[in-house]
């Protein structure tokens, strides 16, 4: 069977892992100003205390040799290991068998951690509802909830659903450039240009992004917020290329 060299095998498993790449490159999740996975108790509103902590987490991941800093030097350290992960006989090349395995384990990886958001949201939202304390819902508290829940869809808005909607394609080819982008973040977050990520700079980076989506300034980002910084977003993105605009004489 036709192997793929050492080189070619890291670019492809670079461009297979970008989705992971991206949720640590940004401060707080690859989701709408990045906080989505910051929910820590699951109430739907995400505080800033909430944001640096899984922030620290993700720092700590980025940063493989543990000296304070992300620096290139971590980065080609994760390229390394999710190389040697993926090459599960060691010898130095990756085969399809071991790609795709690699992949199937990343996807499962990643339906294990939705999953275990479902339930802590499912949880809060029982512990929510229950408020007799009786450990079961009654019928007038299963209506309450039903209120509750269309009330949360009011406010985010059909239309903004529906905007997003269309924009699905265009996004998922924007996700292409992601891991890209999460260098670009990261270089922003440098701020004395030298071309390494401190702790303090990191925290700033966070900050600045809280406050981004955080546009009441209440100190808590809502679930309308993040849905608005994910409409900002699309939109900066564009229309599909070959919808957008060749001029006049095109």
Known sequence: MRKLTLIAAASALAIGGAGIAVAQHRAG????????????????????????????????????????????????ARQ???????????????????????????????AERRSQRQASRQVKMFETL????????SQA???????????ARDERGGEAR???????????????????????????????????????EFDAMVEARFARVDTDGSGTITQAERDAAKDRRGGRRGPPRGERSTGAGS
């Open 29 to 76: 999740g690859h989701h709408a100003g990045g906080f989505e996975q910051a929910d820590a108790d699951g109430d739907g509103q995400i505080t800033l205390a909430e944001a640096k902590a899984k922030s620290a987490e993700r720092f700590a991941k980025m940063d493989a040799n543990a000296d304070g800093a992300i620096t290139k030097a971590d980065r080609e």
């Open 80 to 110: 390394a290991q999710r190389f040697a992960e993926a090459d599960t006989n060691g010898d130095g090349e990756l085969t399809p068998a071991e790609m795709t395995a690699a992949h199937e384990a990343r996807e499962a990886m990643r």
């Open 130 to 137: 229950d408020t007799d304390g009786s450990g079961g819902l």
């Open 141 to 151: 508290e299963m209506e309450a909830g039903k209120a509750l829940r269309a009330e």
């Open 162 to 200: 529906g905007e997003r909607r269309g924009r699905g394609g265009a996004e998922r080819m924007g996700r292409r450039g992601g891991s890209e982008r999460g260098m670009r973040m990261l270089r922003r977050a440098d701020t004395n240009k030298d071309e390494a990520v401190s702790r303090e």
